[in-house]
């Protein structure tokens, strides 16, 4: 089983900045992919940014590129989100995920809300 805790998120004006983190604990013995996906108010969950370890590739939606940045700390088993120039639209809660050989895993979710 693995386990992930979630800090970071909050209120921002538009045009600001967070930096969301997500720390591993458990049974993490080979890591596919970690990232996170988004979900808004009425609408299916969505991938903002993974980190597809085997391939070092990382993948982002279209809205994010360029203003979001995903990166990982392997030795504290952390995946971390810089998130600038942030606009009203980015308002989310936050999820990161874990793929390993075992599934998916999700993080608790972290409200993140763009408003003046």
């Known amino acids: 089983q693995v386990q992930l805790v979630q800090s970071g998120g909050g209120l921002v004006q538009p045009g600001g900045s967070l930096k969301l983190s997500c720390a591993a604990s458990g049974s993490i013995f080979r890591v596919y992919a970690m990232g996170w996906y988004r979900q808004s108010a009425g609408k299916q969950r969505e991938l903002v940014a993974t980190?597809?370890?085997?391939?070092?590739?990382?993948d982002y939606a279209d809205s994010v590129r360029g203003r979001f940045t995903a990166s990982r700390e392997n030795a504290a088993n952390t995946v971390y989100l810089q998130m600038n120039n942030l606009k009203p639209e980015d308002t989310a809660v936050y999820y990161c995920h874990v793929d390993t050989p075992d599934g998916r895993s999700w993080g608790q979710g972290t409200q993140v809300t763009v408003s003046s």
């Open positions: 980190i597809l370890t085997r391939i070092g590739r990382t």
